[in-house]
């Protein structure tokens, strides 16, 4: 699991540290990396999380726009799906929380499950949603007020521990890409540095294409991640 010591010791590392200088301070980067690398990234891998909402969270004087309050305070990027109660969904036929007694079941359960869902979008009961950046989102109609569960897409954390295991690498890459390009934009003021051993060159253009091409290589490999959910069952 990753922290903000991981990250920083990473990145620093392969800047050359402690062989090499570092123009900028540890919360310098661990910050840049925050508003840069970590918020690139939730949107290729996002955190996932739900919650629920009631008419509590209604804006005042409305009846159907409601406020999404992410419990750590993170960023929404996206709402993923509105989860009716399941009342509504048992009446439509859902199967009633059923547990298969042997592996044939699981098909049934599933299908069952899906063909309820299927009859709840175009019944009475249902709602069309529509999220308005940054954290709001429209329920229609406003009738039939009830529970609702909301999944939806979310920054990371901003100590890295919510980053998963086996996109930790390709995390780290980022980092490192961003932090390069940072550096650059610093060395780039300056053709050369200036020593009594003579004119040390800061070779910011060698940076910054290495920047370019380590990002180019992580961000074809996000893109190629396919999507981690195939099917749902309520």
Excluded at 92 to 109: A, D, F, K, R, T
Excluded at 153 to 166: A, G, Q
Excluded at 219 to 232: A, H, Q, W, Y
């Amino acid at each position: 699991m990753l922290n903000t010591q991981k990250v920083l010791n990473h990145v620093k590392l392969n800047l050359g540290y402690p062989f090499k200088g570092v123009e900028h301070s540890d919360n310098t980067i661990l910050n840049y990396i925050r508003t840069t690398s970590l918020i690139e990234f939730s949107e290729y891998i996002p955190d996932r999380n739900m919650i629920h909402i009631t008419q509590d969270n209604l804006v005042q004087n409305s009846k159907n726009l409601y406020i999404l309050n992410d419990p750590d305070e993170r960023d929404i990027i996206t709402v993923v799906n509105v989860v009716p109660e399941m009342p509504n969904l048992l009446m439509v036929g859902h199967p009633w929380l059923q547990i298969p007694s042997n592996l044939s079941q699981v098909e049934n359960i599933i299908m069952g499950s899906q063909d309820a869902r299927l009859k709840y979008t175009y019944s009475p009961l249902s709602k069309t949603w529509e999220f308005i950046p940054p954290n709001k989102l429209y329920l229609y109609p406003s009738y039939f007020s009830t529970v609702y569960g909301i999944r939806y897409e979310r920054t990371h954390d901003k100590n890295f521990f919510s980053i998963p295991p086996k996109f930790e690498i390709l995390f780290l890459k980022l980092c490192v890409a961003d932090t390069l390009d940072l550096i650059a934009s610093i060395r780039e003021q300056y053709s050369e540095w200036n020593t009594p051993f003579g004119n040390i060159p800061l070779n910011a253009d060698v940076l910054r294409n290495r920047s370019n091409d380590l990002k180019t290589e992580v961000k074809e490999k996000l893109s190629s991640i396919p999507p981690n959910i195939i099917v749902e069952v309520y």
